[in-house]
């Protein structure tokens, strides 16, 4: 291995010394597809020196094997690792590589440009510092550029370097870097939020303006990209920022130790300050902050501390610990932009998990106000947000949670959307503001509650949701429930899918977003019901787990009854006694449940009748003896 410093030989304690002690940039390469992000890292990563000698000899080989130089080195292949990549010789994860200078220690995300791989570059954007736009020279700005630019400024990355690659493709041409630097400048100017972006002309592969400068753009007479990156300042001062950190885990080895562990999100914080915790809001001083090393008088951002405090204030993970004299806000209700990273559509009205730190709360995001055109960055309306869309959208949560503007703090303004039901991350957005409302409104307590209604009536309220494919007999099953629920005494009210939609529901179509929120607000009624003291029975299709297991969410503990009422499909289709099937199968009927829109069966119902070729009243029994068996009735 060759070295940057001969230190290593001699004396590898007072390298690593003098190595701990460098600043870090976290830097990405991003761009359109085949642009050269690869090469170029892979170009740093030879020209410092950070390869050992039998990296070299496998790049080699491999070069020769799978590389795209005709023989050459291939350093794209040092960061193309995954086999589809080099087969492809594309990037589709992010690779993440380390390397160092004299001056530097570098952390840098090679981003794969395909539109179809966006969540990654995105994800990799998201701790950057800096951004290496390449540009190239033979093709100009593309589309996925200005993507890509407008999601890194979106994600708070103030500086640019606008590397225009491939020069020697273009015969080092001065007119062409210029042409695509003016475009690139009107293009920032107008759509992005970032406080410079540097130009330079460069060649990965051929190594051009990487480490030194090159003979064959005399007329170029700014810095080597290494030069840069080695000398840029994205430094932050801690003292402008407000204290914040979240509490990650209560550190309590022993019953004389009490402490809260955590990363400092922002500013800085010293013993003996009086903080605030939220969201609680209690005050207390700190008075000890604890480390490995030893205890410190102050620590400031990105230091992993444990603080203890003077007082014995209830506290856990999720918390957060704040300035008292700048503490920030909490709310339930805000607006965000959220990149969607999912082939499923984002549903306004659904649940999904929201993240944010060590907070996790339940969020229902609302209709987007508007998504981003994101060749033209036009604000065009939409009802919902697909695949790699960039949108602006309100949501609510289930709780209050402390937080501040992602342009303020990253790490407080920051969150990702998770699926309920699959548990895979489908977006991630930035708190713009909170919508002001929620701090207006608030659940007023009624002293004649469900529980007095429940005893009046001398029952215990509950909701039976019946779910299955049309023309399997919820409705008829719900009647003759209805009917023997009845008669013997016991209060009862029956939601229909059709008969809600005479009125309630009257404004909603059959599409993926009107289901859900036709569930969403028969759910609410349900529970609208319960709290009424009866027993509410609901017969819908609610083709989608997810919305069923919000309907479940909605109420007590015991008072959800998941009844799955299972036909086959071509049962259903024989019955077809509104003759739905038909016009579906024609194309009259569009989104259909069965035929053109999934059904997802239960995954655990409480009760599953095979109705096939059972009677009603056969039905009914079996939902009467779990009843009677649970103690229900």
Same mark, same amino acid.
């Given at each position: 291995?060759?070295?940057?410093?001969?230190?290593?030989?001699?004396?590898?304690?007072?390298?690593?010394?003098?190595?701990?002690?460098?600043?870090?940039?976290?830097?990405?390469?991003?761009?359109?597809?085949?642009?050269?992000?690869?090469?170029?890292?892979?170009?740093?990563?030879?020209?410092?020196?950070?390869?050992?000698?039998?990296?070299?000899?496998?790049?080699?080989?491999?070069?020769?094997?799978?590389?795209?130089?005709?023989?050459?080195?291939?350093?794209?292949?040092?960061?193309?690792?995954?086999?589809?990549?080099?087969?492809?010789?594309?990037?589709?994860?992010?690779?993440?590589?380390?390397?160092?200078?004299?001056?530097?220690?570098?952390?840098?995300?090679?981003?794969?440009?395909?539109?179809?791989?966006?969540?990654?570059?995105?994800?990799?954007?998201?701790?950057?510092?800096?951004?290496?736009?390449?540009?190239?020279?033979?093709?100009?700005?593309?589309?996925?550029?200005?993507?890509?630019?407008?999601?890194?400024?979106?994600?708070?990355?103030?500086?640019?370097?606008?590397?225009?690659?491939?020069?020697?493709?273009?015969?080092?041409?001065?007119?062409?870097?210029?042409?695509?630097?003016?475009?690139?400048?009107?293009?920032?100017?107008?759509?992005?939020?970032?406080?410079?972006?540097?130009?330079?002309?460069?060649?990965?592969?051929?190594?051009?303006?990487?480490?030194?400068?090159?003979?064959?753009?005399?007329?170029?007479?700014?810095?080597?990209?290494?030069?840069?990156?080695?000398?840029?300042?994205?430094?932050?001062?801690?003292?402008?920022?407000?204290?914040?950190?979240?509490?990650?885990?209560?550190?309590?080895?022993?019953?004389?130790?009490?402490?809260?562990?955590?990363?400092?999100?922002?500013?800085?914080?010293?013993?003996?300050?009086?903080?605030?915790?939220?969201?609680?809001?209690?005050?207390?001083?700190?008075?000890?902050?604890?480390?490995?090393?030893?205890?410190?008088?102050?620590?400031?951002?990105?230091?992993?501390?444990?603080?203890?405090?003077?007082?014995?204030?209830?506290?856990?993970?999720?918390?957060?610990?704040?300035?008292?004299?700048?503490?920030?806000?909490?709310?339930?209700?805000?607006?965000?932009?959220?990149?969607?990273?999912?082939?499923?559509?984002?549903?306004?009205?659904?649940?999904? =998990?929201?993240? &944010? $730190?060590? @907070? *996790?709360?339940?969020?229902?995001?609302?209709?987007?106000? %508007?998504?981003?055109? #994101?060749? !033209?960055?036009?604000?065009?309306?939409?009802?919902?947000?697909?695949?790699?869309?960039?949108?602006?959208?309100?949501?609510?949560?289930?709780?209050?949670?402390?937080?501040?503007?992602?342009?303020?703090?990253?790490?407080?303004?920051?969150?990702?959307?998770?699926?309920?039901?699959?548990?895979?991350?489908?977006?991630?957005?930035?708190?713009?503001?909170?919508?002001?409302?929620?701090?207006?409104?608030?659940?007023?307590?009624?002293?004649?509650?469900?529980?007095?209604?429940?005893?009046?009536?001398?029952?215990?309220?509950?909701?039976?949701?019946?779910?299955? =494919?049309?023309? &399997? $007999?919820? @409705? *008829?099953?719900?009647?003759?429930?209805?009917?023997?629920? %009845?008669?013997?005494? #016991?209060? !009862?009210?029956?939601?229909?899918?059709?008969?809600?939609?005479?009125?309630?529901?009257?404004?909603?179509?059959?599409?993926?977003?009107?289901?859900?929120?036709?569930?969403?607000?028969?759910?609410?009624?349900?529970?609208?019901?319960?709290?009424?003291?009866?027993?509410?029975?609901?017969?819908?299709?609610?083709?989608?787990?997810?919305?069923?297991?919000?309907?479940?969410?909605?109420?007590?503990?015991?008072?959800?009854?998941?009844?799955?009422?299972?036909?086959?499909?071509?049962?259903?289709?024989?019955?077809?006694?509104?003759?739905?099937?038909?016009?579906?199968?024609?194309?009259?009927?569009?989104?259909?449940?069965?035929?053109?829109?999934?059904?997802?069966?239960?995954?655990?119902?409480?009760?599953?009748?095979?109705?096939?070729?059972?009677?009603?009243?056969?039905?009914?029994?079996?939902?009467?003896?779990?009843?009677?068996?649970?103690?229900?009735?």
């Amino acid at each position: 291995m060759a070295h940057t410093s001969n230190l290593i030989a001699d004396d590898i304690h007072e390298y690593l010394s003098i190595h701990e002690k460098k600043d870090l940039l976290r830097f990405i390469t991003c761009g359109s597809v085949d642009d050269g992000k690869s090469t170029l890292i892979g170009r740093l990563l030879f020209e410092s020196k950070m390869l050992f000698d039998d990296h070299l000899d496998a790049l080699e080989i491999d070069s020769k094997k799978v590389g795209t130089q005709e023989g050459e080195l291939d350093l794209a292949l040092l960061v193309d690792g995954l086999a589809a990549e080099r087969e492809q010789g594309i990037t589709i994860d992010v690779a993440y590589r380390f390397f160092s200078t004299d001056q530097r220690k570098f952390i840098v995300a090679d981003t794969p440009g395909h539109e179809q791989y966006t969540r990654n570059m995105a994800t990799g954007a998201s701790t950057a510092d800096l951004a290496i736009l390449l540009i190239d020279a033979r093709h100009g700005i593309l589309d996925q550029t200005r993507r890509h630019s407008f999601i890194v400024s979106m994600l708070g990355v103030r500086k640019i370097i606008l590397a225009v690659n491939k020069m020697d493709m273009v015969e080092y041409s001065q007119d062409v870097f210029e042409r695509i630097n003016q475009e690139f400048a009107d293009f920032a100017e107008n759509h992005l939020d970032i406080d410079e972006f540097i130009p330079i002309p460069v060649s990965a592969l051929k190594g051009d303006n990487i480490v030194e400068n090159s003979d064959n753009t005399q007329w170029y007479n700014g810095p080597t990209l290494m030069h840069l990156l080695e000398t840029i300042d994205v430094s932050i001062n801690p003292d402008e920022d407000s204290f914040r950190m979240p509490v990650q885990w209560v550190n309590r080895p022993d019953s004389e130790f009490r402490g809260f562990s955590g990363l400092i999100a922002g500013g800085l914080v010293s013993k003996g300050e009086k903080i605030r915790i939220l969201p609680s809001g209690k005050e207390t001083t700190v008075d000890r902050i604890v480390t490995y090393d030893g205890d410190l008088d102050s620590a400031s951002t990105n230091m992993s501390v444990t603080i203890t405090l003077s007082d014995e204030i209830d506290s856990s993970r999720g918390d957060v610990f704040v300035s008292a004299k700048e503490p920030c806000e909490c709310s339930d209700q805000f607006q965000a932009r959220i990149l969607w990273m999912a082939e499923d559509l984002m549903m306004p009205g659904r649940q999904y =998990l929201f993240k &944010s $730190g060590c @907070s *996790t709360a339940t969020m229902t995001p609302a209709r987007p106000k %508007h998504r981003v055109d #994101i060749n !033209t960055l036009e604000l065009l309306p939409t009802k919902t947000l697909g695949l790699n869309e960039i949108g602006v959208c309100h949501f609510s949560l289930d709780k209050k949670i402390p937080f501040d503007p992602y342009t303020t703090n990253k790490t407080m303004g920051g969150f990702i959307v998770i699926d309920k039901i699959s548990n895979n991350t489908v977006g991630m957005g930035l708190v713009d503001y909170a919508l002001r409302r929620a701090d207006n409104i608030h659940w007023q307590s009624m002293e004649i509650n469900k529980k007095s209604r429940s005893l009046l009536k001398n029952q215990k309220p509950f909701l039976i949701w019946l779910t299955g =494919l049309s023309g &399997s $007999g919820k @409705s *008829t099953i719900a009647d003759v429930l209805v009917k023997r629920l %009845h008669s013997s005494g #016991i209060h !009862t009210m029956t939601l229909d899918g059709d008969n809600v939609r005479h009125g309630l529901n009257r404004d909603l179509g059959f599409t993926s977003l009107d289901r859900v929120e036709n569930i969403r607000r028969v759910a609410e009624v349900s529970k609208l019901m319960l709290d009424a003291g009866l027993i509410t029975i609901a017969a819908f299709i609610s083709p989608f787990e997810s919305e069923r297991q919000m309907a479940r969410s909605l109420v007590d503990e015991g008072e959800f009854v998941e009844v799955h009422v299972h036909v086959p499909l071509e049962v259903a289709e024989k019955r077809d006694v509104k003759g739905l099937y038909k016009k579906a199968r024609a194309g009259e009927l569009k989104n259909f449940t069965g035929i053109d829109s999934p059904y997802e069966e239960p995954l655990n119902p409480d009760i599953k009748i095979d109705a096939s070729d059972i009677s009603p009243e056969d039905a009914v029994n079996q939902i009467i003896d779990w009843l009677q068996a649970n103690n229900l009735v």
